[in-house]
């Protein structure tokens, strides 16, 4: 008998002020004993539904509409509610995504797992505290984090102790959902490693809940893809990997790449070779900067303008009293050339930030001086960095929160312009239209009426990258713009931002982890590491042959599909 | 510790800046209170200088610099003298700031506190029953009542149980025929008239806590410590008032600290309606009697206790939420 069955299941979400939406649709599946099975689909598929419908955390509105769900043979939804508690202990455990906020702010990591055995009683009063320590070695974390409060904790440790106090459950299948999907890429790929190790010595059934096909097909040994609440593949994740069946995993699978490959290729950008980059003078000359498709003339304005930072140290004051002062940037230095496209890498701490901020006036240097064109941006106040914000303009990470909930698309974009160009209300409106042409949100007048919550969040992205142009900029700073995008958008928005560096001569400076996304779209990169350089030059040359540990590690974490099966 | 000790610096130092504050602000006002008097007086005819001089001595007119004088008032707060109120001339501030001060604390505090407790405890059963009756009756009727201006439902109340039914008394802390002190018949009958006061306060006090408790607890019952402590299939209980109404309560503790520190100002209004000689009736009267020493030392308590409730409420976070001792 399969551990977990699942007969035609399907999961509706019954809100009572809208029409009900159909989010798992007939959904057959059985999960093995011991197996590690991967479940990927993008945001909307129902990956997550199905998951919280295995676990019976569903809530409504959500409601299992038809189908049955077997997990030992007994009948999930059938189960009496204390029958399901203490079906919770030794039976179904479950890793939430965004596990940084899973634990209680007020209760100590000790005091969590004190509350899994009171509720159980199947570990003996005098042996909880040593189990609890026992399990928090076992995901790699010290005893000494049992004193602590989870807010004193990072969000790799955090995911850890949730891990760990799905295991003092003693499950025998644990679904994961998402469990690295807000970690930092490193903190992300020793996480994984601690699932695979845990899976492997524990012996559970895992389901590997994911919008990143690499991350699962790197882990699991068999992979179901979801699409639009139906499962569309099945089978062993070498197989998959080797010969998709649907187009939809095909489609996925077509956006993964090795960034140290020689030539990278992403559906809808063009390859970047080693042959295009040579040095800083490929980049545009001022003469080649195309006016057309909505920009205007810069009147009055220097036709260019090279970012040049210099010696630039930022150093942050405790945190706390007795603690030491943080040094975010530790003399940096770096010029972007204009029209050029450079890649600012690093993980979460690195300092990629700082320097985003230190280039668009937001925070002042410690130490150097910040130059765009022949303006300095550090000694900038008031008027001048108004003036300044007309020249740099910053796509945001996040568009879901970028955007003022609101105001619609026309008003956000209508500010910027009519603050920035000084045009009047009418011409506002066709520059409006120009730049969501621009951006590919068309029709546009059916865009321009719309609110940030009828957008998609790829559109969102776009209406942000639209409302950074509409100052019609000559520097534009990315930051991390399309990775909470699905992966199947990403592409689109990154080819309209190398579109604009090549179109209309705005040079870019894209901050990311995402090593691959920075190999099809930057010509130059420079790789940050606790706040200082480690290593720069064009972007194909570093990530083909890269020097520096730190880099190395960097690209030792990007998921690889190709590995695939080799785990476990 | 450092947090309390932290807290505790923070309290002297804005302690001060009030007393302080308490002391400058009527010697910045032109004129001193022997100057209104005697233009009163001058209003029938030429003040001899023998009554100005009365007058003056009697209001005692302050002799030595600003300094000396700060020094001798700094000395008169700590020793709780605060001179003799000139409309229960010759009772001092201190006696009757003492005797209005226990019922004021005890009546409004205590009733604060009740409906503090009894609308987050209500709260917490209307958002865990979300969608019920028993989320619909209290969530309901607490926003009907809070609705009402407290004065007025004291009037009802006073109208139908007070004078049609008279099962309570009308007016006044205690009757004429009781002894104040820890004895059974005082003590029954102070209850009995706190009753009426009691209950208005409670009633439209009450709606706030409860709607306050029952939405943040919905918001954290969406949070994801809570999903997860029921996937790690934590009793209902433990989930309901260790994880969800543990961290709802927080946000509300402002609004309770807000409360406190309003008990010894905020309850004139009622103290006027059912005539009971707390510290709010006893600050109308100063007013209207213009009896600036008793004002004085009730505008320095109101501003203390808000002080106090300060700090009772920062020490209550500090336990309660271990992200505010870092």
Known sequence: MSLLEVQDLSVVYEPSDAAPTHAVRDVSLTLERGEFVGLVGESGSGKST???????????????????????????????????????????????????????????????????????????????????????????????????????????????????????????????????????????????????????????????????????????????????????????????????????????????????????????????????????????????????????????????????????????????????????????????????????????????????????????????TVSVGDVRVDALRGRGLRALRRDVQMVFQDPYAALNPLHTVEYTLTRPVVNYTGRSRREARARVLELLETVGLTPVEQFAAKLPHQLSGGQRQRVVIARALASDPQIIVADEPVSMLDVSLRAGVLALLEGLRAEHGVSMLYITHDLLSARVVTDQIMVLHDGRVVERGETSQVLRFPQDPYTIELLDAVPQPSRAGGAA | MRYFLSRLGLFALTAWAAITLNFLLPRLMPGSPADAAIARLAQNGPVDPATRAAIEAQLGVPTGGLLAQYWDYLGNVLTLDFGVSYTFFPASVASLVGSALPFTLVLVGLVTVAAFVIGTLIGVLAAWRRGSALDALPTL????????????????????????????????????????????????????????????????????????????????????????????GLRSRTVALRYAARNAILPNLTGFGLALGGVVGGSLLVERVFAYPGVGYLLFNAVTNQDFPLMQALFLMITLSVLVANFVVDTLYGILDPRTRR
């Not at chain 1, 499950?171 to 903190?187: C, G, H, K, R, Y």
């Open chain 1, 50 to 368: 199905l998951g919280f419908a295995l676990t019976r955390l569903s809530k409504p509105p959500a409601r299992i509409s038809s189908g049955r769900i077997l997990f030992d043979g007994r009948d999930v939804a059938a189960l009496e509610d204390e029958q399901l508690r203490a079906q919770r202990r030794g039976g179904f455990a479950m890793v939430l995504q965004s596990g940084m906020n899973a634990l209680n702010p007020v209760r100590t990591v000790g005091n969590h797992f004190r509350d899994v055995f009171a509720a159980h009683g199947h570990v003996p009063r005098e042996r909880r505290d040593a189990r609890a320590r026992e399990l928090v070695e076992k995901v790699e974390l010290s005893s000494t984090v049992l004193g602590r409060y989870p807010g004193e904790l990072s969000g790799g440790m955090r995911q850890r102790v949730s891990i760990a106090l799905a295991l003092a459950l003693e499950p025998q299948l644990m679904v994961f959902d998402e469990p690295t999907t807000a970690l930092d890429v490193l903190v992300q790929h020793a996480v994984m490693r601690t699932i695979r190790e845990l899976q492997a010595s524990e012996g559970f059934t895992a389901l590997l809940i994911s919008h990143d096909l690499g991350v699962v097909l790197e882990s699991t040994s068999r992979v179901m893809v979801m699409h639009q609440g139906v499962v569309v593949e099945d089978g062993a994740s070498r197989d998959v990997l080797r010969d998709p069946q649907d187009d939809y995993t095909k489609m996925l699978l077509s956006h993964y790449a090795d960034p140290r490959a020689e030539v990278v290729e992403l559906p809808g950008l063009a390859a970047r070779g080693g042959q295009l980059v040579t040095s800083a003078s490929t980049a545009p000359s001022p003469g080649r900067r195309a006016h057309g498709s909505g920009s205007a003339p810069r009147v009055g304005r220097a036709a260019s303008a090279a970012v040049v930072v210099d010696g630039v140290s930022k150093v942050y004051p405790p945190p706390r009293r007795g603690a030491a002062t943080v040094t975010a940037l530790d003399d940096v230095s770096m010029r972007l050339e204009p029209g050029q496209s450079m890649a600012l890498v690093g993980a979460s701490g690195s300092g990629k930030s700082t320097l985003a901020q230190l280039i668009t006036g937001v925070v002042r240097p410690t130490s150097g």
């Open chain 2, 141 to 232: 009727s607490g926003s009907f009542l809070a609705a009402f201006p407290y004065f007025w439902t004291a009037l009802l109340l006073l109208f139908f149980l007070g004078y049609t039914f008279q099962l309570f008394p009308t007016s006044g802390a205690y009757s004429p025929y009781t002894t104040p002190g820890l004895n059974g018949p005082f003590l029954a009958d102070a209850v009995a008239h706190a009753v009426l006061p009691a209950v208005t306060i409670l009633l439209t006090s009450l709606g706030g806590w409860i709607l306050g408790m029952r939405n943040a607890m919905i918001g954290t019952l969406g949070d994801d410590y809570v999903t997860f402590a029921e996937a790690n």
